[in-house]
């Protein structure tokens, strides 16, 4: 089992800066691809970055490239999604999620995600 804790949202200005954090429990974190997702209002949720196990395989949706990095840190049992240059179009609320044994590219498919987090609010004014 694991559990996901989001932190680290808030509200920011256009072109600012913010880092989302995920802490996860359990032993076998190490073993879970982790990935961010978020869904504004109206919206359905969508992919955002994920990480696999290991830290070195990574996979971006094409709206974040350059502008959000993820990391993990199995260590610390979290993964960190670092936000820059962000636009009023990033406001969601946003999702850390964990599969198994899976690689940042197949983390794009929602299907088949083992655990996901309660979701933290960015919120981006104009």
């Known amino acids: 089992q694991v559990q996901l804790v989001e932190s680290g949202g808030g509200l920011v200005q256009a072109g600012g800066s913010l880092r989302l954090s995920c802490a996860a429990s359990g032993r076998t974190f190490s073993r879970y691809a982790m990935g961010w997702f978020r869904q504004a209002p109206g919206k359905e949720r969508e992919f955002v970055a994920a990480i696999r196990w290991t830290g070195s395989n990574t996979n971006y949706a094409d709206s974040v490239k350059g502008r959000f990095t993820i990391s993990r840190d199995n260590d610390r049992n979290t993964v960190y999604l670092q936000m820059n240059s962000l636009k009023p179009e990033d406001t969601a609320i946003y999702y850390c999620?964990?599969?198994?044994?899976?690689?940042?590219?197949?983390?794009?498919?929602?299907?088949?995600?083992?655990?996901w987090g309660q979701g933290t609010q960015v919120t981006v004014s104009s």
């Open positions: 999620a964990a599969a198994l044994g899976r690689t940042a590219q197949a983390m794009g498919v929602m299907a088949g995600i083992n655990y």
